[in-house]
Every structure is written in structure tokens, then in C-alpha cells.
């Protein structure tokens, strides 16, 4: 029984004199827990202390077990059981945190001696309000990066602004350019639809002046500046009290307006305004990237109708010069497609087959008529000139990047396996696989064809010509299975 209490029960104990010495405020109560006096050095705690006079301890614990510990403290007084909590009470405005401790002294007089916090309770608050913050801007960088929807976006923005700004409502509008209005895109928060059809000019309205001055504008107290939002007879219904819009910009450009409402009056501390200014930026970001995107899809469409007519400009150009190269060009590019797909070449690789074989001889509109249309065989310095065709298909078609996967067909399609083509004599599996597939559809139908220096060969010639070429002209693997392709072709 003796360590029940820190002093002997006839000890004369001073409230203030030993203690006061290391707290800002201490106190002693009854068994009650009730408290009966009340002193502290720090003239800012006078009217705390006059808070806590007379308050039952359960009336200040904010904590149910923190409670729960002190009456057991008070109901059994033991040294060993002294307990301590935190505690708050709201003093000369202020709302102050203590950090206490409650302790027995006598069979009926306990000592509360409590230190005050609010410095550091203030410091975590403000950390904890940080870190949410700084996650929701994680969250946000997140979601532009990988592409989200815009519509999406923005009310993942307007989620983050109205919960972490702790605001009533907030809306983006963005701006056209095509008509110079911003428009309602996105909004959290609202009773009616009353901002859902927004559509302001630039300067017109708080938004619109935030869009033409490109700076932040604080109406504090809607009611007395007049809501500017006079179009809209629905908005008084909103009760609003404090607006702010602030610009979006990105690259120099003004994309939009955020807006801010609550309907009660506003004291953001300069941190508040700090994240605010950080969302508008995330947010005009987002706008930003996502309207590129479009752009770039849209582009990358026209882009591809302008290659694709290209492509099929210059094979209408090669097949008006010559009528039989307009047969030759289909029947090659059909018969290198099957080949390609008997051989098991995906869908992808495919596409680039098929515009090569047709671009395939694209360098022929260089070659002068006179060396294309001669009737006979030619001389040394027409074959000069003639082997040069699969070169200039390279240079009419490499600045073209959406063709480069194209290129192997009009640049490798007269290489022989056995290393004695043109232009860059190639040997077996150093020539791309898609032009050892092609020369043998392109020599197969050239052969069978018309030329205007030979009469077409029959197609059993042109077989056994194919058949002596494998391992010379052709790749001798492949040879089998494109002459399965041409017997059942004949069938
Ligand atoms: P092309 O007429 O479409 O011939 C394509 C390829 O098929 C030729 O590539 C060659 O490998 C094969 N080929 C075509 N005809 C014959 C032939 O009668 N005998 C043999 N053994 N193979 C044949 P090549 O030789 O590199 O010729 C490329 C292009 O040069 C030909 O395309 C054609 O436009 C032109 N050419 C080739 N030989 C002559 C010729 O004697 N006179 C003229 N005027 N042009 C020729
Ligand atoms: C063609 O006659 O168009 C094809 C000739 C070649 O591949 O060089
Ligand atoms: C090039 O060589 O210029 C492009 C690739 C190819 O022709 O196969
Ligand atoms: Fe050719
Ligand atoms: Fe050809």
C-alpha cells in the first residue's frame, strides 16, 4: 500500500510550486474526477485553465480508452496505474492540444499535469494533410500518363479538389478555340444542373475574366459582389459563398478555368492556395495531353489515307505506263500473300508484304520508256541503268517512315540466293525472307507473261525453270511449297 501515492498522506502539497516547474498547466481533482483548481505560468493558458475548471475528466478525454484508464485510476488510485492522454479545448480562438498526465496524490486528490502540443499536432496535421495531397497528385500524374479518357480525368480531379480542399463544390469549363467559349466539362459538388450549360465569352462572367487576365480571382463574398452567374436564375439555389476560378494553363495557352465554391466563407492558409495552384497545373496538363492524343489519332488517320493513297497513286502511275504491269503487280502480291501465309507469317508482317510486292517495282518510273519497251535484249548500259530500279525504290520511299517496313521487297527483289543478284549481292539468308518469297512469285509470273522482248512461256517451262533456279536464284526451301501453291493454283 505504501507506492499507492507519491506522497505520505500528511505531506503539506503545493499545487504550482514543484510542478509548475516542468508543465504549462497543471490541475488537481477529486476522486470524482472533477476539476477543482487550476494554474499555469503561461498567460496564454489563463482562459484554458478557466475552461477547465470544474469540467469532469471524461468531459475533455477524447479517447473512450484513454477514458476508460483514468476513471479506473480514479476509482482505485495507484502510482502504477497513472495514466496519461491527449486533449484539446478551444482557447482565445484558438483550438490548443495538451498532452497530460494524470496522477494520484492523495486517497482523494489526484494531480493532472499537461504539457501542451499544439506546435507538433499542428505539424502532423499538416503533414498528414501533405502526404494526401501529395498522393492525390501521384494519382493524378498517373492517370495522364497512361491516357485516361478526359472526361474521366476531370472528375478524378474534381474528387481530389473537393475532398482535399475540403470545398463544397468545384467545376472545370474548357475553352474551344473553334468558338471562343469556355464550356462547362466537368463538376462535383452541385445541387442543380445550373453551371451544366455554361458557355461563356472570353471576359465574360468571373470565369471569363480569370480566361482573359490569366490570373486566380477571389469573390469572398458572392452575395455582396453579385454572383456574375446572373444568367442562370437557378444559382441562387446553390447558396454559395466563396468563389474562386483559376486559369489553366499549359504551354502558354489558357485551356480552361477550375472553379471553387463553398458556401461558407473560406481562410485557405497559403498552402491551401499553394495545392490549388498545383491541381490547376495537373490539371491543364491533363487537358493538354489529352487533346494531343486526339490530335495525334486524328492525324495518324490522315496521315495513313494520305500514305495508302500515295501508294495506290504511284502503282496507277506504273500500271498506266505499261498495261500488262497492272496484272503482274495484283497476280505477284496475291501469290507472295499466300505464300507468306502458307509459310506462317503473322497479320502484321503481312501488311508490309503486301505494300511491298505492290510498291515492288515503284523504281521503275525512272527507267526511261526506251530501255522498259525495248523489244530485244539489252545492251550493257541499259542493263546499267535498268538494275538501278530496286535503288530508286529505296530513295523514293525511305523518307516515308510508315513505309520503311515496306522497303525489303523494292530493295531486295532481285537478289539470287546464291549471291549473284543486284543491287547489293546478297546471299542466301542475309536476303530478307519476304524477297526471297517474292522473286519467286515475281520471276514465276514475269516468266508466264508477255514481255515486249519474249513471247509468255508456258507454264510448265516456267515450273522447271523454277525447279533448276532453287539453290541458284531461290531459296531452295522455299521452292516446294511455292510450287504446291501453283499446282493447286492450276487445279
Ligand atoms: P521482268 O520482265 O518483270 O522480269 C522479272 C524477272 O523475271 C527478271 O529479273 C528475271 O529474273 C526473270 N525473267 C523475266 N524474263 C525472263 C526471261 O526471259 N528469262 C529468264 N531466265 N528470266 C526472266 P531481271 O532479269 O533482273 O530483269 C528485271 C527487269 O529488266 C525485267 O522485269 C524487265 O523489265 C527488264 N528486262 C530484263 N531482260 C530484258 C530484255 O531482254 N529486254 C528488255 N527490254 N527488258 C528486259
Ligand atoms: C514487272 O514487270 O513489273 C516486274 C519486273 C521486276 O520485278 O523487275
Ligand atoms: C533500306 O534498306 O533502305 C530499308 C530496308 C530494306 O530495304 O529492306
Ligand atoms: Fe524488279
Ligand atoms: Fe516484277
Same mark, same amino acid.
Given at each position: 500500500m505504501e507506492n499507492r501515492f507519491i506522497l505520505p498522506a500528511d505531506t503539506d502539497f503545493k499545487l504550482g510550486e514543484a510542478l509548475q516547474a516542468f508543465s504549462d498547466l497543471v490541475a488537481t481533482l477529486d476522486q470524482e474526477g472533477t476539476i477543482l483548481e487550476v494554474r499555469s @505560468? +503561461?498567460?496564454?493558458l489563463q482562459e484554458a485553465s478557466t475552461v477547465l475548471? @470544474? *469540467?469532469?475528466l471524461h468531459e475533455i478525454i477524447p479517447s473512450p480508452r484513454a477514458n476508460a484508464l483514468a476513471c479506473e485510476l480514479l476509482a482505485t488510485p495507484s502510482i502504477e496505474k497513472s495514466t496519461s492522454f491527449e486533449f484539446s479545448l478551444f482557447a482565445s480562438g484558438n483550438l490548443r492540444w495538451f498532452e497530460a498526465r494524470l496522477l494520484p496524490v492523495r486517497p482523494s486528490q489526484f494531480i493532472l499535469t499537461a504539457r501542451e502540443i499544439t506546435k507538433y499536432k499542428r505539424a502532423e496535421v499538416q503533414y498528414q494533410q501533405q502526404l494526401q495531397r501529395l498522393s492525390a497528385l501521384r494519382s493524378i500524374d498517373l492517370a495522364i500518363a497512361s491516357g485516361l479518357d478526359l472526361d474521366l480525368l476531370l472528375s478524378m480531379l474534381l474528387d481530389q479538389v473537393t475532398t482535399l480542399m475540403q470545398v463544397d463544390a468545384a467545376a472545370i469549363l474548357l475553352y474551344e478555340r473553334e468558338s471562343n467559349l469556355l464550356k462547362f466539362a466537368s463538376g462535383k459538388g452541385f445541387r442543380t444542373n445550373v453551371l451544366q450549360h455554361t458557355r461563356l465569352k472570353i471576359g465574360e462572367g468571373y470565369s471569363g475574366r480569370v480566361a482573359l487576365e490569366r490570373k486566380m480571382i477571389h469573390i469572398p463574398n458572392l452575395a455582396k459582389h453579385g454572383t456574375g452567374f446572373d444568367r442562370s436564375p437557378l444559382f441562387s439555389n446553390e447558396d454559395f459563398v466563396t468563389y474562386y476560378g483559376v486559369p489553366l494553363i499549359a504551354k502558354g495557352r489558357v485551356l480552361g478555368v477550375l472553379e471553387i465554391f463553398h458556401r461558407s466563407r473560406l481562410q485557405p492558409d497559403a498552402e491551401w492556395l499553394d495545392f490549388l495552384n498545383i491541381i490547376a497545373g495537373q490539371a491543364a496538363i491533363a487537358i493538354d495531353s489529352a487533346s494531343m492524343f486526339k490530335e495525334l489519332q486524328k492525324s495518324n488517320i490522315e496521315l495513313s489515307m494520305a500514305y495508302n493513297d500515295t501508294i495506290e497513286g504511284w502503282s496507277r502511275t506504273l500500271d498506266l505506263r505499261d498495261r500488262e504491269t497492272k496484272g503482274h503487280t495484283r497476280r505477284v502480291t496475291d501469290l507472295t500473300v499466300r505464300l507468306a501465309t502458307l509459310l506462317g507469317v503473322n497479320d502484321s508482317e503481312l501488311l508490309h508484304i503486301r505494300r511491298g510486292a505492290i510498291l515492288h +517495282? #515503284?523504281? *521503275?518510273?525512272? #527507267?526511261p520508256d526506251h530501255i522498259i519497251f525495248k523489244p530485244g535484249p539489252l545492251t550493257p548500259e541499259e542493263w546499267e541503268i535498268m538494275r538501278q530500279h530496286p535503288k530508286i525504290a529505296v530513295d523514293l520511299l525511305s523518307p516515308i517512315n510508315y513505309l520503311a517496313p515496306a522497303l525489303e521487297i523494292p530493295h531486295y527483289h532481285h537478289e539470287k540466293w546464291d549471291g549473284s543478284g543486284y543491287p547489293e549481292q546478297l546471299a542466301g539468308e542475309s536476303i530478307p525472307f519476304s524477297a526471297r518469297l517474292f522473286a519467286l512469285a515475281d520471276v514465276f509470273d514475269a516468266l508466264t507473261s508477255d514481255r515486249p522482248y519474249r513471247r509468255a512461256w508456258s507454264k510448265y517451262d516456267a515450273i522447271e525453270y523454277i525447279k533448276k533456279q532453287a539453290g541458284k536464284h531461290f531459296d531452295p526451301r522455299i521452292v516446294p511449297e511455292f510450287l504446291k501453291l501453283i499446282h493447286e493454283n492450276g487445279r
Amino acid at each position: 500500500m505504501e507506492n499507492r501515492f507519491i506522497l505520505p498522506a500528511d505531506t503539506d502539497f503545493k499545487l504550482g510550486e514543484a510542478l509548475q516547474a516542468f508543465s504549462d498547466l497543471v490541475a488537481t481533482l477529486d476522486q470524482e474526477g472533477t476539476i477543482l483548481e487550476v494554474r499555469s @505560468n +503561461d498567460p496564454s493558458l489563463q482562459e484554458a485553465s478557466t475552461v477547465l475548471l @470544474n *469540467k469532469r475528466l471524461h468531459e475533455i478525454i477524447p479517447s473512450p480508452r484513454a477514458n476508460a484508464l483514468a476513471c479506473e485510476l480514479l476509482a482505485t488510485p495507484s502510482i502504477e496505474k497513472s495514466t496519461s492522454f491527449e486533449f484539446s479545448l478551444f482557447a482565445s480562438g484558438n483550438l490548443r492540444w495538451f498532452e497530460a498526465r494524470l496522477l494520484p496524490v492523495r486517497p482523494s486528490q489526484f494531480i493532472l499535469t499537461a504539457r501542451e502540443i499544439t506546435k507538433y499536432k499542428r505539424a502532423e496535421v499538416q503533414y498528414q494533410q501533405q502526404l494526401q495531397r501529395l498522393s492525390a497528385l501521384r494519382s493524378i500524374d498517373l492517370a495522364i500518363a497512361s491516357g485516361l479518357d478526359l472526361d474521366l480525368l476531370l472528375s478524378m480531379l474534381l474528387d481530389q479538389v473537393t475532398t482535399l480542399m475540403q470545398v463544397d463544390a468545384a467545376a472545370i469549363l474548357l475553352y474551344e478555340r473553334e468558338s471562343n467559349l469556355l464550356k462547362f466539362a466537368s463538376g462535383k459538388g452541385f445541387r442543380t444542373n445550373v453551371l451544366q450549360h455554361t458557355r461563356l465569352k472570353i471576359g465574360e462572367g468571373y470565369s471569363g475574366r480569370v480566361a482573359l487576365e490569366r490570373k486566380m480571382i477571389h469573390i469572398p463574398n458572392l452575395a455582396k459582389h453579385g454572383t456574375g452567374f446572373d444568367r442562370s436564375p437557378l444559382f441562387s439555389n446553390e447558396d454559395f459563398v466563396t468563389y474562386y476560378g483559376v486559369p489553366l494553363i499549359a504551354k502558354g495557352r489558357v485551356l480552361g478555368v477550375l472553379e471553387i465554391f463553398h458556401r461558407s466563407r473560406l481562410q485557405p492558409d497559403a498552402e491551401w492556395l499553394d495545392f490549388l495552384n498545383i491541381i490547376a497545373g495537373q490539371a491543364a496538363i491533363a487537358i493538354d495531353s489529352a487533346s494531343m492524343f486526339k490530335e495525334l489519332q486524328k492525324s495518324n488517320i490522315e496521315l495513313s489515307m494520305a500514305y495508302n493513297d500515295t501508294i495506290e497513286g504511284w502503282s496507277r502511275t506504273l500500271d498506266l505506263r505499261d498495261r500488262e504491269t497492272k496484272g503482274h503487280t495484283r497476280r505477284v502480291t496475291d501469290l507472295t500473300v499466300r505464300l507468306a501465309t502458307l509459310l506462317g507469317v503473322n497479320d502484321s508482317e503481312l501488311l508490309h508484304i503486301r505494300r511491298g510486292a505492290i510498291l515492288h +517495282d #515503284i523504281g *521503275k518510273v525512272a #527507267i526511261p520508256d526506251h530501255i522498259i519497251f525495248k523489244p530485244g535484249p539489252l545492251t550493257p548500259e541499259e542493263w546499267e541503268i535498268m538494275r538501278q530500279h530496286p535503288k530508286i525504290a529505296v530513295d523514293l520511299l525511305s523518307p516515308i517512315n510508315y513505309l520503311a517496313p515496306a522497303l525489303e521487297i523494292p530493295h531486295y527483289h532481285h537478289e539470287k540466293w546464291d549471291g549473284s543478284g543486284y543491287p547489293e549481292q546478297l546471299a542466301g539468308e542475309s536476303i530478307p525472307f519476304s524477297a526471297r518469297l517474292f522473286a519467286l512469285a515475281d520471276v514465276f509470273d514475269a516468266l508466264t507473261s508477255d514481255r515486249p522482248y519474249r513471247r509468255a512461256w508456258s507454264k510448265y517451262d516456267a515450273i522447271e525453270y523454277i525447279k533448276k533456279q532453287a539453290g541458284k536464284h531461290f531459296d531452295p526451301r522455299i521452292v516446294p511449297e511455292f510450287l504446291k501453291l501453283i499446282h493447286e493454283n492450276g487445279r
